[in-house]
C-alpha cells in the first residue's frame, strides 16, 4: 500500500513562502502523476498544480507565476513552492499520487497539510 505524507504547512504573512513536501512510501510502481490539490471551508477541493510523467506541468490560474510544482523520484518524494502567498491560498493541500499497478490505476491522497496566510 502507497502511503504519502505531508508536511510544511503553517502560517505565514502574506507575501511569505512555503514549502510543502509530500514524501511517498510503501510499493511505488509506474507514476501517473504527482498533484497538489487544496480545499478551503465551505469550497470544493480544487487542483493547485500536477506534473505528469513524462509530461507538462499545470497550473491553477491562481498560482501560476506563485507556485512550483517538483517531484524527486530517487527520494520518492513531492513538493509544492509557494510564493508570494496571498490569503486566498489559504486552504488544506493535500498531496495526490496517481499509479498505475496490477494493470490497474489507483490514487493515493495524504492527509492534508494546512496553509494560512494572514493579512
Known amino acids: 500500500q502507497v502511503q504519502l505524507v505531508e508536511s510544511g504547512g503553517g502560517l505565514v504573512q502574506a507575501g511569505g513562502s512555503l514549502r510543502l513536501s509530500c514524501a511517498a512510501s510503501?510499493?511505488?510502481?509506474?507514476?501517473?502523476?504527482m498533484g497538489w490539490y487544496r480545499q478551503a471551508p465551505g469550497k470544493q477541493r480544487e487542483l493547485v498544480a500536477e506534473i505528469p510523467s513524462g509530461g507538462s506541468t499545470n497550473y491553477a490560474d491562481s498560482v501560476k507565476g506563485r507556485f512550483t510544482i517538483s517531484r524527486d523520484n530517487a527520494k520518492n518524494m513531492g513538493y509544492l513552492q509557494m510564493n508570494s502567498l496571498k490569503p486566498e491560498d489559504t486552504a488544506v493541500y493535500y498531496c495526490?499520487?496517481?499509479?498505475?499497478?496490477?494493470?490497474?490505476?489507483?490514487?493515493?491522497w495524504g492527509q492534508g497539510t494546512q496553509v494560512t496566510v494572514s493579512s
Open positions: 495526490n499520487l496517481k499509479i498505475r499497478k496490477w494493470g490497474a490505476a489507483f490514487a493515493y
Open positions: 510503501g510499493s511505488i510502481f509506474s507514476v501517473n502523476s
